[in-house]
């Protein structure tokens, strides 16, 4: 559509953009309501400095609940890249957006993790970092205590080297 206003012509463009998740296409342009909740945030932690993979890439999955249950749909989850020394420093948003995580390990059933306040896996709050470990059996009250976890997929730390 176009009009003239004021001796210059003005040009109005409409245009309309369809997002969507996954690979599949679709041919209608209604709108329609999603088929589960959209609430969860999913992250991986960022490595900080130089990483180099010591294999090939294997994640843990960990999802976060506010529900001493870790019923229903998580509030967010984290993959966890186990395919680095485990030293290596990773940056990771947390709530604070301030939080970096190192020293993975995976047990039978299992995966522990350390956690500080800062973005360089030292110092903060706790300047040792706080020890975080994660079963796939149950939900683990974390740090703070209204936080809960469960591993969603065990799989890097089966095919662990």
């Known amino acids: 559509m176009s009009m003239l206003l004021g001796g ?8 309309v953009v369809t997002a969507g998740c996954g690979a599949g296409t679709s041919t209608s342009s209604a709108p329609t309501a999603p088929s589960a909740p959209v609430s969860t945030l999913s992250s991986s932690p ?8 010591t294999g090939p890439a294997r994640y843990i999955t960990v999802g976060f609940w506010q529900d001493a249950t870790c019923s229903g749909t998580p509030n967010a989850t984290t993959e966890f890249p186990l395919h680095y020394d ?12 301030e939080n970096s995580v190192s020293q993975f390990s995976c047990g039978q059933d299992s995966f522990s ?22 079963t796939s059996d149950g939900c683990t009250q974390g740090v703070p205590p209204t936080q809960y976890a469960r591993i969603l997929d065990f799989s890097g730390c089966r095919s662990a080297p």
Do not use: D, E, H, I
């Not at 993790?113 to 994660?134: A, D, E, F, I």
């Open 113 to 134: 993790y350390t956690q500080w306040t800062t973005l360089t896996c030292s110092g903060g709050q706790v300047p040792t970092g706080t020890r975080k470990n994660v």
């Open 86 to 97: 485990s030293a290596q420093c990773f940056s990771s948003p947390g709530r604070s957006g």
């Open 46 to 53: 960022t490595p900080v400095g130089p990483a180099l993979p």
């Open 8 to 15: 210059t012509l003005v040009v109005m463009v409409a245009c």
